[in-house]
């Protein structure tokens, strides 16, 4: 019986993981595919023949400037999530380690935000964004949101996990605030503050709902308000619309491999655990 368990769970893990992978080869199958194969019924799992049909008409295509979109929402969203990066460990910080008055009023406040539903934000937001001058520009999709209720809740909870000695050992080295949160807190913080800025690279990556609100030329839309309009109104040209989800994908995919492995050392050097 013993025995078998570990087979068990290699098993359940093998069935888990071709449920995760099987969507993303269909997806890829499907981008090298022609447009009449494509259409097949029943559908066949590989290429008949290999075309690259789909990745030339996105990329090829000036009336759809892919690679421009593709740039537009790397930009957009490693700028979004630095900015979270930032605001969130400030007022975390403050939240966790400084005493004021009104301080727990002010955190419950903030984490009653998260109960908001997004899209009855999308309004305020536009006429704020509209008041500024920011419509249609790169710069609304990027500071909207970069003051995360989320970022801030979690890193508030990573940093009361922190023991207040080695803040007191900073301070007894004349450390100021600063220092101690730049020096001390931030450097243990890593494995919380990869975390968080995948999520708000995720998240700003695939928001597809405020940009095409906000985001009216073509040249200036982010890669999911763009590659809506590659779905035609009575036509569906399934390996372009792959041929744009692969591209849209290998960012996520790289920054999941890499992140992970930073959260892993991050922990393993702290000595902490988030």
Known sequence: MSKLRPALRYAVLLLITAIFVT???????????????????????????????????????????????????????????????????????????????????????????????????????????????????????IVPGAASAFGVFFLRQFFLSIPAELEEAAVLDGANQWQIFRQVLLPLSKPALATLAVLSFLTNWNDFLWPVYVLFSPERLTLPAGLGLLQGAYVTDYPVIMAGAMLASVPVLILFVLAQRHVIQGVSRSGLKG
């Open 23 to 141: 969507p993303l080869v269909w997806m890829l199958l499907t981008s090298v595919k022609t447009y009449d194969d494509a259409q097949q019924v029943p559908p066949g799992w590989l290429p008949n023949p290999f075309s690259t049909y789909g990745y030339d008409q996105i990329l090829n295509n000036a009336a759809n400037p892919v690679l421009r979109w593709f740039l537009n929402s790397m930009l957009a969203a490693t700028l979004h999530t630095l900015l979270v990066l930032v605001t969130a460990s400030m007022a975390a910080y403050a939240l966790a380690r400084m005493r004021f008055r009104g301080r727990r009023v002010l955190f419950a406040l903030i984490v009653g935000t998260l109960f908001l539903p997004p899209t009855s934000l999308i309004i305020p937001n536009f006429i704020i964004a509209e008041r500024l001058s920011w419509i249609d520009t790169l710069t609304v999709v």
